[in-house]
């Protein structure tokens, strides 16, 4: 629900079918995964990040960089 809230807050309309609600209710896990990390708890999106998304060395990088530049606690 936070998300249909979210999109419509920039006046966005999700449409009313099922493909675009399984498309918003991924984007809801995925957000609750990053919570559920930061609180070291599990989340089944958290394997499926793994098995699906390999970061260049590039990307690790430029993560590397952003980390540092902000002061960020990893």
Do not use: W
């Amino acid at each position: 629900e936070a998300a249909f809230s979210v999109l419509s807050s920039y006046g966005l309309q999700v449409p009313p079918d099922e493909e675009a609600v399984k498309c918003v209710v991924m984007v809801e896990e995925t957000i609750k995964a990053i919570v559920y990390k930061t609180k070291n708890l599990s989340h089944p999106f958290q394997e499926l990040a793994d098995t699906a998304i390999t970061l260049t060395s590039g990307a690790k990088e430029e993560l590397s960089r952003i980390i540092d530049e902000n002061q960020l606690i990893t």
